[in-house]
């Protein structure tokens, strides 16, 4: 009778040493964010996480185009940040938007160049002079939807030598100085300081870019991927934002 009490005791010192040390429930969210957004989105990721014990958020940013075919495609995701209406329209005509889309931040365009501006690049009209080798976004992604839109308004013909699927490439080969010029956002300039530089643009005015966001409706983690979408439309993430360089909408 004593051994099995003495079991029996075991047993529930057991029990309680793992109910102490499990822990919370793992919870795992996905979220599709715009290229554009990784700094500031990086930094809400952490935020989030520590304020949720057991709190898994896992980033997928790329080209806004290419993530909105994705989750169409069946990719499963419970948030979608994209850096264009646009893009955005492309899942909600599909039916997979969760209420509706909410536009969260603004952004625009700025001219990178490399440290030293070599070629001596002051306007967007620059741009076009012979030897300057231009890189862009590739059209169908928002950041070359909105670099077709200035060239546009300033009555302009762009050549670029390479058109990227995404912004943060285009920055990358800026910065690697394989490029002599790109046009990216503000956000992009200022998360790359010593390694490009940025030059303003009045006609960058003729294109703002707005980012909605919205939840998915085959999200398994809904309350959880509504409450990351609170964190980065509140005031909270309105601060990383503008840290970032982005706009109120």
Do not use: W
Not at 91 to 106: M, Q, Y
Not at 179 to 185: F, K, N, S
């Amino acid at each position: 009778m004593k051994r099995m009490s003495a079991l029996l005791l075991s047993s529930l010192s057991l029990l309680l040493v793992a109910a102490c040390t499990s822990g919370p429930e793992k919870r795992e969210i996905t979220v599709f964010a715009a290229a554009s957004l990784k700094d500031a989105f990086t930094e809400l990721e952490k935020s989030f996480e520590a304020s949720h014990p057991g709190a898994d958020v896992r980033i997928s940013f790329g080209g806004s185009s290419d993530l909105a075919q994705q989750i169409v495609n069946g990719a499963p995701a419970d948030v979608f940040a994209s850096a264009s209406p646009s893009t955005m329209d492309t899942v909600a005509k599909a039916d997979l938007i969760e209420g509706r889309a909410e536009v969260f931040a603004v952004n625009t365009l700025r001219i990178a160049v490399p440290p030293g501006n070599p070629k001596g690049i002051k306007a967007l009209a620059d741009l076009t002079k012979p030897g300057t080798a231009l890189v862009l976004c590739a059209p169908q992604v928002p950041c070359g939807a909105a670099a077709k839109q200035v060239a546009t308004a300033a009555k302009l013909t762009l050549k670029p030598v390479s058109e990227e699927p995404d912004v943060r490439s285009v920055l990358g080969k800026v910065s690697a100085k394989e490029a002599d010029a790109g046009l990216v956002y503000v956000t992009d300039v200022l998360s790359a300081p010593g390694k490009v530089e940025g030059i303003d643009f009045p006609e960058s005015a003729d294109a703002v870019n707005e980012y909605p966001l919205a939840l998915l409706k085959k999200s398994k983690q809904a309350q959880l991927a509504r409450e990351f979408a609170e964190l980065v439309r509140g005031q909270a993430g309105r601060d990383v934002l503008t840290r970032a360089g982005f706009g109120p909408p």
